[in-house]
Nanobody, 115 residues
Framework: QVPLVESGGGLVQPGGSLTLSCAAS????????MEWYRQAPGKQCELVAT???????NYGDSVKGRFTVSRDSAKNTVNLQMSSLKPEDTAVYYC?????????WGQGTQVTVSS
């Protein structure tokens, strides 16, 4: 299968915004929802957001109200729009299909929130 590719990470100041993207193959994108995870050094792998093919997305308590996950069918991507960023949001972010093993491994994209 074509692997997922995360992108959009970078350095942003506290209170700023950033949008991450996860590119997927068309067939897999149509079949499955996706999840975003993140992991900071010395921290546990954390589920950030879940978006299914149908229905409302779900968010972890730490990001609820600040992050928005969405599907872009034209580009076969899932986006994670992040706002009101905090230093504790600093982590490597990963995306996975809602099938098989999921967690904090792979390429990921680094998000650093710092002044």
């Amino acid at each position: 299968q074509v692997p997922l590719v995360e992108s959009g990470g970078g350095l942003v100041q506290p209170g700023g915004s950033l949008t991450l993207s996860c590119a997927a193959s068309g067939s897999m994108f149509r079949m499955y929802g996706m999840e975003w995870y993140r992991q900071a050094p010395g921290k546990q792998c954390e589920l950030v957001a879940t978006i299914r093919t149908i229905g409302s997305p779900n968010y972890g308590d730490s990001v609820k109200g600040r992050f928005t996950v969405s599907r872009d069918s034209a580009k076969n991507t899932v986006n994670l729009q992040m706002s009101s960023l905090k230093p504790e949001d600093t982590a490597v972010y990963y995306c996975y299909f809602l099938t098989g093993a999921r967690g904090c491994w792979g390429q990921g994209t680094q998000v650093t929130v710092s002044s």
